[in-house]
């Protein structure tokens, strides 16, 4: 059994959405972490990008074995940019999948996202929404035909919406 390390959405409403995923997965997997972001705590709008990459990397070295990522939105990011600046090692992932990648998001946010996924090598399942309001399928599309995000595997589900609570068919690339 491979250990999950969760890594949710910039919102604070994501706390929430992270912990009902640690609850249902919770006997999927030897031991799970949810990355709780100080920004949260202290009404802060936006994750610190370097504050959070050492916690997640501190967690990452406190796992023996394999990790499993499951990543939402802004978490998307942070992941892509442990794997860049080699915080995290590729391969010590055995899983991972990504729910809502927004792209111009962290672009008008200032985080270097197109960086941090040039050399982005990890096998991972993107489940985007068709419709999701931050980043449709067709705009992640779009992207990947410009040769962006070419590492991830893009699965199209119907929504319209950034919440991605359908853990029954996350589990399914997940687990």
């Not at 030897?30 to 990008?49: C, F, N, P, R, T």
């Not at 200032?110 to 931050?134: E, G, K």
């Amino acid at each position: 059994m491979s250990n999950l390390m969760i890594i949710p959405g910039n919102g604070a409403s994501n706390k929430e959405w992270a912990e009902k995923a640690r609850d249902y997965f919770a006997d999927d997997f030897k031991s799970i972490s949810v990355q709780y972001y100080d920004h949260w705590a202290s009404g802060g709008e936006l994750i610190d990008m370097e504050i959070e990459l050492k916690k997640l990397t501190n967690t990452a070295r406190s796992f023996s074995g394999d990790i499993a990522i499951l990543a939402k939105s802004i978490g998307t990011v942070l992941f892509m940019l442990s794997i860049h600046s080699k915080t995290i090692a590729a391969e010590r992932i055995g899983r991972c999948v990504f729910l809502g990648l927004p792209p111009e998001w962290a672009r008008k946010n200032r985080f270097d996202i197109d960086a941090w996924s040039s050399d982005y090598s990890v096998p991972t399942t993107l489940i985007q929404n068709d419709h999701d309001p931050v980043a449709s399928a067709e705009d992640i599309r779009r992207e990947q035909a410009e040769g962006k995000f070419g590492s991830l595997d893009l699965i199209v589900c119907k929504g319209d919406d950034h919440s991605y609570e359908d853990f029954e068919e996350i589990r399914e690339y997940l687990v």
